[in-house]
C-alpha cells in the first residue's frame, strides 16, 4: 500500500472526525490518565512494552480525546511503522499534501506507532522537535534496549518514557466484570477468586477468553512468534529463530535458573559470541529479564550469576501451560517487582533486593516463612523486609528491632501501576 493509501486508512477520523469505538474502547487503562495529564507537555512522550500489552490501543484513546476536546480531526496524525518503514519527514509532507495542514506552523499531535523500526529514529525526531515546538510527538515501541537505549542517549531533556505492563488485577478485574474498583480490601474476597485466572491472560484481548488451549496459541503466536519470527529478524541479521526458541524453552520451563555461558554454550553446541548474541536479542525484545547478584557488603552487583527471568510470567503460557508453583510464584514476583537484583553467598539466598533509599530483603514464599530473612536483616544491619506470599492476610511482625511485612501476592498484583504505593517505599 503506498503511503498516502496508509494514512488515509489510519486516520479515518480526517473525514469521518471521530474515532472508530472498537479502535478506542470505553475502558481506559490507569496508563491513560498519566498519559492525558502529560498532552500539554513539550517533551516527547515514549511508550515501551511487550506486544500486545494495548500502546496503539492507548494512542488511539488519546486522539479521540483530543477531537472530543476541541482539536481538529486533521490536526492529529497517526502512523504505523509495522506496516510500513518511511522518512518522518516524508510522512509528514504527505500528510501535508493529503489534509492541506502546515505542520511546520500549526499546532499538531503525532502518534508514531512502533518507531524504533526506523533507523536512527531518535536522532531524526530529535531534529523535528528541536526545530518544531509546535509539534507533540508521541511514541512507541516494542524492543525495550532500543527504544530505551535511544531515548536516553539521543532525547535527554526532550521525553519522558513510559513503560506499558499486561494488565493489573485491577484492570483485569475491571475489564472482566464491567465495575470500578479502587479499594482493594472491599474487594479482596473477589479478587482472590480471580486470581488463578488473571495469571494466565493478562492481556485486553483474551480477558474473556476461557478456552486454555486457545490462550496458549495467542500468546505464542501473537506474542512470542511476531517477536521472533518477524520483529527480531527485522532488525539483526544472522538471527537463529530455532535458537531463541530453545532458549525460551530452557528459561520458561526454570524461571530464575542461573545463566552459565559456558554450559549453556557447550550443551546447545554454539559459540559463546553467538549465545551472547541471542540472549541480547531476547533483552532486548522484551522476552527475558536478567537479575544480578548483589553484593550487600560492598553495594556493588556482580555479573556472574546472573538469573534468568521470562520478563513477565505470563509469557510462560505461551509455550506451558503448567509450571512448578514455587517457581511461578517467583517469577511473578521479579515481573511485579521489576526485580534487578537478588543476593545469594555461601549456598544462602534471598529471592530479590530492592534498592532504593535503603536496601531490602524481599522472599517469596507459598506460606509466611520467615527465618531466612531475620538472618540477612541481622547480617548487614538492616530493620525491614518483606514476605510475599499466597495467603489472603497482610500482617506486619516485629521481631526485636527487625519489621517484616507479610504481604499478599494479590495485593501487589492489584497495585501493579503503583508499587511504591503496595510496597510503601
Known amino acids: 500500500m503506498r503511503l498516502g493509501e496508509l494514512l488515509t486508512f489510519h486516520n479515518e477520523w480526517w473525514r469521518t472526525e471521530k474515532v472508530n469505538e472498537s479502535l478506542a474502547p470505553t475502558y481506559r487503562r490507569d496508563a491513560f490518565k498519566q498519559l492525558k495529564e502529560m498532552i500539554n507537555l513539550r517533551q516527547i512522550i515514549v511508550l515501551t ?18 477531537i472530543e476536546n476541541g482539536v481538529k480531526p486533521t490536526n492529529i496524525i ?48 530529535k531534529l523535528l522537535y528541536d526545530a518544531l515546538p509546535n509539534m507533540k510527538f508521541f511514541v512507541s515501541g516494542s524492543s525495550s534496549v532500543d527504544l530505551e537505549r535511544e531515548a536516553y542517549s539521543n532525547l535527554v531533556g526532550r521525553h519522558f518514557l513510559i513503560r506499558i505492563m499486561p494488565l493489573s488485577l485491577k484492570e483485569f478485574f475491571e475489564l472482566k466484570k464491567g465495575k470500578q474498583i479502587k479499594n482493594f480490601e472491599i474487594w479482596r474476597d473477589e479478587l482472590f477468586l480471580i486470581f488463578p485466572e488473571y495469571l494466565k491472560k493478562p492481556f ?73 548474541n541471542h540472549l541480547f536479542y531476547l533483552k532486548f525484545s522484551y522476552l527475558i529479564r536478567a537479575v544480578k547478584n548483589f553484593r550487600v557488603s560492598m ?38 517487582l521489576d526485580a534487578k537484583f537478588y543476593w545469594r553467598e555461601k549456598g544462602k539466598e534471598i529471592d530479590f533486593i ?3 533509599k535503603e536496601i531490602i530483603p524481599v522472599e517469596v514464599k507459598a506460606k509466611p516463612e520467615l527465618k531466612q530473612i531475620i538472618k540477612f536483616l541481622e547480617k548487614f544491619n538492616l530493620k525491614k523486609g518483606f514476605v510475599l506470599h499466597e495467603e489472603k492476610e497482610k500482617e506486619v511482625k516485629k521481631i526485636n528491632e527487625y519489621e517484616i511485612e507479610l504481604l499478599p501476592l494479590v495485593e501487589l498484583a492489584f497495585y501493579l501501576e503503583n508499587r511504591q504505593e503496595s510496597l510503601e517505599l
Open 49 to 66: 512494552g511487550l506486544r500486545r500489552v494495548g500502546k496503539t490501543t492507548l494512542f488511539y484513546q488519546l486522539i479521540k480525546d483530543l
Open 78 to 125: 497517526y502512523f504505523s511503522f509495522d506496516e510500513k518503514v518511511e522518512d518522518l519527514k516524508k510522512i509528514l509532507d504527505e500528510y501535508q499534501k493529503i489534509t492541506g495542514v502546515e505542520w511546520k506552523r500549526e499546532r499538531i499531535y503525532v502518534f508514531f506507532d512502533e518507531i524504533h523500526k526506523l533507523t536512527d529514529w531518535s536522532l531524526k525526531l
Open 204 to 276: 485486553p484481548e483474551i480477558v474473556n477468553e476461557d478456552n486454555e488451549r486457545r490462550i496458549m496459541e495467542y500468546m505464542r503466536e501473537n506474542v512470542l512468534g511476531k517477536i521472533i519470527y518477524i520483529d527480531l529478524p527485522g532488525k539483526f541479521k544472522n538471527i537463529n529463530e530455532d535458537l531463541l526458541i530453545s532458549l525460551l524453552e530452557i528459561f520458561y520451563q526454570n524461571p530464575g535458573m542461573i545463566l552459565n555461558i559456558d554450559n549453556l554454550s557447550r550443551n546447545l553446541r554454539i559459540s559463546k559470541k553467538t549465545l551472547l
Open 299 to 336: 553495594l556493588s552487583t556482580s555479573r556472574k550469576l546472573q538469573k534468568i527471568y521470562p520478563y513477565h510470567w505470563s509469557l510462560i503460557f505461551g509455550l506451558y501451560m503448567e509450571i512448578e508453583r514455587g517457581k511461578l510464584l517467583e517469577c511473578i514476583a521479579s515481573s511485579l
Open 354 to 356: 530492592l534498592k532504593n
